[in-house]
């Protein structure tokens, strides 16, 4: 791809552009672009979703511009102020700095490290003081910060807003004034945050950053933004028969903007594979992400594996526990905790009653169930915990 | 008065109490209590209606409290930091310090000095960053800020209030924490922000102060309330003659709210005077002032000199401007410049139209009217602006 089809690739990912003309001049021009992407210290953990503008990021790269993350580890060291809100952990300051390091390390898995910075707003929010934070927030009125959709709603239907939180999306937008960005990217529900930044940089006397706003991958349950919180997402950490399982759950009618957001594959391409037989274009995203994040030699093993749970056989080349013999008068629930399949005996005690371990095939229903004399004297014992969760028990 | 007299006085002069057992316990006990009492550094000059709270301040100071004014400097140093208001002018450091300083030369008038501390909110608010003023916002929430009648009215008429604004009222309040008030004392336009700072005290985990929340004196022109910026005050700094001829001006209605809230004078005393004679209830009111304000002996010369005016008459003692016989050319408009009567030569043109200088007792009709032959001949020119500007010209 010569620049200008890059740059048409890059306008034609985004959701809306603020302002596509100046966007485009400066990616035409050869000055290299400070880029800005905000991330969330707390969960360092990539998925999927993450993957969407990251991949736009990695073509920015490759025009030669500087990616910087923002790492917002001056809220997250904070914690809510109010000490109202669980959902906020407070991190330490080694939290944060090793969030970051698990974030670079996970984002150069995409993007190029030697053309990718990682930062840290706690670096020049911490140098605020109350004077400089009444000359931020002094930059914006309450009307204008009670538009975004949240605040909003929230406003409308009295749910306490603490007057702290007002105090986010500046700080947020104050980020693009420190690193001076001339791009920045972020996902459609980031949208007023990012026309922040754009409109402080004005107020502090810089030149604007241009906005990027990409679409959001839907989770594996088809409603809700992809999001670890929600369990809706397939992890670019994961195994790949975990990631192939969970390609072939994802909803019929999401395949083709999975294919489209986080692969490479040509349109005509995945609209064929979708056309033909769906649950084949599932198995072919699911070979192109493992292909992606693991290589090509994780495929087949992957699908085997696959293949065989969903047959209902045990699969080969099964993880392995041995136990000591005097331990075979102990109830299925212990063997469970034993084996490190469950945490606790109660969640074994629930897994039993919601039918969801089986010995050897078949079910256990009986929360005090024991091996048998048989299970013991054929010493060949094959643990199953929901569908694909295998371990082979030997007594020595 | 004994120590419950007092107490049952200041009860009754304050229009709420928040919250009414907790003062009257506290100014029971034997314990010195810190008295707030927050002051706008840019206004030093004291008029009668500040000092209706001061009169309770020192009837607290006679009872062994401590009174502790909180001058916010730091705002007034900040300015508006959003740079739209014109009205707020950034004051330097020095400039806030000698406001401090004018400030407790006036009140000191009538509280006693040593028992009076100045303090400067800059001491502590300086001091803190973002983080602590994150702290500080997340006490508050936004439906709560905006229920201050000031805020509400804008919000719901769509005028910008600034996000910074909504600190102020935290501001005022955590100087309540860093002072650890135990009482302060405000006026009724200030009732949200003194229980501001009640309600801050708890969540930094301290006592809260009780707040006694007095009436506000209602300006010369008998509907808003006294304020320099209105031009309908009564300054205490100001001359005898000034007072006096200020007090015949407050609107009958008014005069018993002015004799209860700004003098000792008895209820039953005022109100026989108010009964019997309106006019000569106002001369007693004027009277007073001055005795309070200036001494006993400056009460016979104000009164004369009112009456001599009133009279249409020229009082003795006039101030005499000695000017060159060569400017007796001079049109009046300016030699009403000349002998400072005027700022400008539009100012007295304006004057002369509006019928408001004399000459000699004679109306000057003509913007171009010089002086006749006759006033230069006599050498007695009384230049008069006004009903009680006068100046004498004498040719040398």
Chains 1, 2 share one sequence.
Not at 117 to 122: A, F
Not at 304 to 329: L, R
Not at 375 to 385: A, G, S
């Amino acid at each position: 791809m010569d620049k200008n089809e890059k740059i048409e690739l890059i306008v034609r990912k985004a959701v809306q552009i603020f302002n596509e003309d100046s966007l485009r001049e400066k990616l035409k021009s050869d000055k290299k672009l400070v880029i800005k992407f905000g991330a969330d210290p707390s969960r360092p953990d990539l998925h999927l979703g993450h993957t969407v503008p990251l991949r736009v990021l990695k073509l920015l790269q490759d025009m030669g511009h500087e990616i910087v993350f923002v790492i917002g580890d001056f809220t997250a060291m904070i914690g809510d102020p109010s000490g109202k809100s669980k959902t906020r952990p407070q991190l330490t300051f080694e939290e944060t700095r090793k969030s970051g390091e698990t974030y670079f390390k996970q984002v150069t898995k995409i993007l190029d490290k030697d053309k990718t910075k990682i930062t840290y707003n706690s670096e020049w929010l911490n140098k605020m003081n109350f004077k400089d934070v009444l000359e931020l927030t002094g930059k914006y009125t309450v009307a204008r910060i009670l538009e975004r959709d949240d605040f909003n709603n929230r406003f409308i239907n009295k749910i306490p807003i603490g007057v702290h939180e007002f105090m986010y999306p500046l700080m947020q937008g104050y980020d693009s004034v420190a690193i001076h960005a001339d791009v920045e990217m972020g996902g459609t529900d980031q949208t007023f945050n990012l026309l922040v930044g754009r409109e402080l940089q004005k107020d502090y006397g810089q030149p604007q950053q241009d906005v990027i706003v990409f679409p959001l991958l839907v989770g594996l349950e088809g409603k809700e933004k992809m999001s670890k919180s929600l369990d809706n997402y397939i992890g670019i950490d994961e195994e790949p028969f975990v990631m192939f399982e969970k390609a072939m759950k994802i909803p019929d009618e999401c395949l083709e903007s999975y294919f489209q957001l986080t692969t490479d594959i040509k349109k005509e391409i995945y609209q064929k594979w979708i056309e033909d037989d769906i649950v084949n274009a599932h198995r072919e995203f699911g070979k192109e992400i493992i292909r992606m994040y693991h290589g090509d030699d994780c495929i087949t093993e992957a699908i085997e594996k696959y293949d065989t749970i969903a047959k209902g056989s045990i699969p080969n080349n099964i993880e392995q526990c041995v136990i000591d013999k005097s331990d075979s008068e102990l109830s299925i629930v212990d063997l469970l905790v034993k084996t490190g399949l469950v945490a606790s005996k109660s969640e074994g005690r629930r897994l039993i009653e919601q039918k969801g371990i089986k010995i050897n095939g078949e079910l256990v229903n009986d929360v005090n169930q024991k091996l048998t004399e048989k299970n013991i004297l054929e010493n060949k014992i094959i643990l199953q915990k929901g569908k694909n969760k295998f371990i082979k028990v030997c007594f020595k």
